[in-house]
């Protein structure tokens, strides 16, 4: 078993920043990769970002790339978002997942294990 909790989210204005962290405990692996995925109301989890934990693999969705930053540090077993520019159609619930590779990053249905989420609101 894998644990998540996300931490970070707030209110912030447009051209705002906020920073997100997922701590990660249980079974984990070096070689996991660990991703961020966005629910907004009424709508689906979409993937934003994914990186590999091992070989720091970066993956973005196209939407994020120069905003956003996903980085971690191995010591103490947590992943980051870095969220530069923020626009108001970020504002969404900001879930932190993981998955043993399977060579594909930005697929909910590749991920095993998943946090409850942390919400963001950027306002206009």
């Known amino acids: 078993q894998v644990q998540l909790v996300e931490s970070g989210g707030g209110l912030v204005q447009a051209g705002g920043s906020l920073r997100l962290s997922c701590a990660v405990s249980g079974r984990t692996s070096s070689s996991y990769v660990m991703g961020w995925f966005r629910q907004a109301a009424g709508k689906e989890r979409e993937f934003v970002a994914a990186?590999?934990?091992?070989?720091?693999?970066?993956e973005y969705v196209d939407s994020v790339k120069g905003r956003f930053t996903i980085s971690r540090d191995n010591a103490k077993n947590t992943v980051y978002l870095q969220m530069n520019s923020l626009k108001p159609e970020d504002t969404a619930g900001y879930y932190c997942a993981v998955q043993s590779p399977r060579g594909i990053m930005d697929s909910r249905s590749e991920y095993d294990y998943w946090g409850r989420g942390t919400q963001v609101t950027g306002s206009s």
């Open positions: 990186i590999s934990w091992g070989r720091g693999i970066l």
